[in-house]
Structure formats: C-alpha cells, structure tokens
C-alpha cells in the first residue's frame, strides 16, 4: 500500500497546487500507515483521485469531461460489523437517492460520484449490490419465462427474498437498493419515486410507449464497481455521467438477452424476418436507436450520440497528449455497438495498459 500511495501522492502534487509539501505529505502517510495499516485521503486528494480515476477508464468513451465531476464526500457513512446495520444502511441508501437528485438536475445530467467509507484493516466498507442504483426487475414466471430485464433476475429474486413485494411485475419495475454492511448481511431500501426520473421511449412515427409501456431511466449511476485511489479502495462509490444513445438502444433494449426488442421493432415497421440477409436487424436496431435519441430530446434530458462522443473522445486523446499524458482504451468498449465503422475511433488502435487511479471489479479487475 505504501508504495501505491506514494505514487499517488506523487501525481496528485505533480498535477495539482497543494498547500502541504510532498515531502511533509509522505512522511505524514508513511506515519499513518505503520500505525493503523491504512491511511485517510484528504478531501482534495479524494476528488482529485475520482477524476483522474474517470481520466483513467479505458472502457469508457467520455472521458473528455472528467474535470467536471463533482465528487460528494460521505465517508463517514458505513454499516459497522457487530451491528443491526439498518440505521447505516438507511443513511447509505438516503444519500444515493440524494445523489440521483443531484446528478438528475430536472433532466440536465450532471456527473456525479459519491463515495462512502473505504475498506480498511479488519474493517470492510459497505457495498451496494446493484449494478447501477436504478435496474429494473427480471421477474421469473412458473413457464421459465422472464418478465422485465433477464440481467437482473438473481438480483430480483435476492429482493423478494429480502422482503421487496416485487411491484406491479411488469417489464420496468424499478429494483430496490440492496446494500451490505461488514457483517455481510444485506438490507433491502426501496427508492423514492421523486429520484427516479424515466423517459418514456416512443419512435418519430409509431407509438411504442402507448403500445408496451415502453421507458427507461435517465441517470445511469454505476454502483458495483470500487474505486480505488492511492491503494484504498472504497467499495461503494456511485458514479455517474450521461447515456449515449447506443448504451440503451443498441444493448439495454436490443440484445437477446436484455429485453430483446428487435424482433417486436421489425414487425412494428413491417419488415420481413424471414431472413437475416435481409438486414432486418439492422434497420430494426438504427430505428429503436432514433427512437431513443428522439425520446430523450423530447424529454429534455441530456443524451448524446455515438457519432458526437466518438469526435469527443479524439478530443479528449489530443487534449492529453498536450499535457504529456498516455491514455489507455479497450476497442471493443471505445468503439460504438452500431455503426462502428463510421465513427473515427473504429480507425486506430489503442494502448491499454491499465493506470491508477481507477474504477475496478470487485474481484480486482480494471474497467
């Protein structure tokens, strides 16, 4: 951990104005460290690692805006080992519908993180179980049929089980916060509709939210992911910036394995299925993807496209080159699902060496 935080501290005073010396700001560290085997950032160095931990995402395509995050600091919130955890829990699952709040800003989305207490000796930190702070239910049926969002199906069921009547079972019914404290025991919290802003999906020129009720939600706050800064990491830290379009139309809403929506889109338009060499998913997919854009912007929330994000991010990789910095990206994730050739990051390859600060999986993975 030493050697983690020390390279940490040597960035952030390289990159940043900081009233403590280095030199002072080390030893102070290294003091901490064999006293308690873990140490406590800073709150300037806690935002400034979230940022450069954004700066450093290789899988995601936005990056050109990760000086604008604003980071809440909360953490003195945790669930204590050796407790009923519900009263910190409770506090947890308030401030994360408090961060939809905030990054939802009436439509105008703004980037936003919010880290809880870190896992330190002895002493795990709180983890949120969702994958983001809004998914909607995969309800199962007796026929092995999945009503809802057959990604959230385990997820579901660890609802019901914790107490969560499961809504109306209908295709969006929004899942309760499930959250897990040192014991390991999770507690269940359903959200406040006020912070839960949806938008209603319909194409141009058909009615497909009349029709299948058809919506998804605004603010995608990732939630199973640790950040990790200087060899801390905070296992719970929701973070969010803004859809691009093709996250929801050309996955959420199109894989077979999500709601799996081409097949309905083609026969809305009177395509012929009868053959995959007729493109039918293809035109399907450009369609279900106008439809969101076109959703979105009737809504008044902030959504960009692939095309836009795709020139943003060459943007954001001349930008850093200026300052001497290397930028890793995964092609796969850089590149859009739909249309990828016809973007410029589809033409060139990229340096994927993971750097730190950084999001990571839970097993330790980067993301």
């Known amino acids: 951990m030493w050697r983690q935080a020390e390279e940490f501290l040597r960035l952030h005073h390289r990159e940043e104005p900081v009233a403590v010396s280095l030199d002072a700001r080390l030893a102070s560290v290294r003091a901490e460290l064999a006293e308690t085997g873990t140490y406590r950032h800073t709150a300037e160095e806690l935002e400034f690692g979230a940022r450069v931990a954004w700066r450093n995402s290789n899988r995601c395509i936005g990056r050109l805006y990760w000086r604008s995050l604003r980071v809440r600091d909360l953490r003195h919130l945790t669930v204590a080992a050796g407790t009923t955890g519900g009263d910190g829990a409770a506090a947890i699952a308030e401030e994360c519908a408090n961060h939809l709040r905030i990054a939802t800003n009436g439509g105008r989305i703004r980037p936003l993180i919010s880290v809880f207490a870190p896992d330190a000796p002895g002493r795990p930190g709180p983890r949120i179980h969702s994958e983001q702070l809004i998914r909607y239910a995969g309800h199962r049926t007796a026929e092995g049929r999945i009503i809802g969002d057959p990604r959230n199906a385990d997820l579901t069921d660890l609802a019901i089980r914790l107490g969560w009547r499961g809504a109306g079972r209908t295709p969006f019914d929004v899942l309760p916060l499930i959250i897990e404290g040192a014991d390991g025991e999770p507690l269940m919290f359903p959200l406040p509709s006020d912070c839960v802003l949806e938008v209603p999906i319909d194409h141009p020129e058909r009615t497909w939210h009349a029709q299948w009720g058809l919506r ?4 995608p706050a990732v939630s199973d992911m ?6 801390i990491r905070y296992p ?3 973070f969010n910036g803004w859809y691009m379009g093709t996250e929801i139309g050309a996955r959420d809403l199109a894989d077979a394995g999500r709601y799996d929506l081409l097949p309905r889109v083609a026969a809305s338009l009177g395509l012929d299925t009868g053959a995959e ?3 039918w998913k293809d035109r399907a997919l450009v369609e279900l993807n106008r439809a969101v854009l076109y959703s979105f912007d009737r809504a008044g929330v902030t959504i960009t496209d692939h095309h836009a994000e795709s020139r943003r991010f060459l943007q954001h990789l001349a930008r850093e080159d200026r300052k001497g910095r290397e930028v890793g990206a995964d092609w796969s994730w850089i590149v859009p699902p739909m249309s990828g050739s016809t973007t410029p990051v589809f033409h060139r390859s990229y340096d994927t060496t993971e750097r730190s600060p950084a999001f990571v ?6 993301a």
């Open 216 to 219: 998804w939600h605004a603010v």
């Open 226 to 231: 640790c950040l990790e800064i200087g060899g």
């Open 236 to 238: 719970a830290a929701p």
């Open 277 to 279: 060499r007729s493109l």
């Open 361 to 366: 999986r839970r097993g330790g993975a980067p």
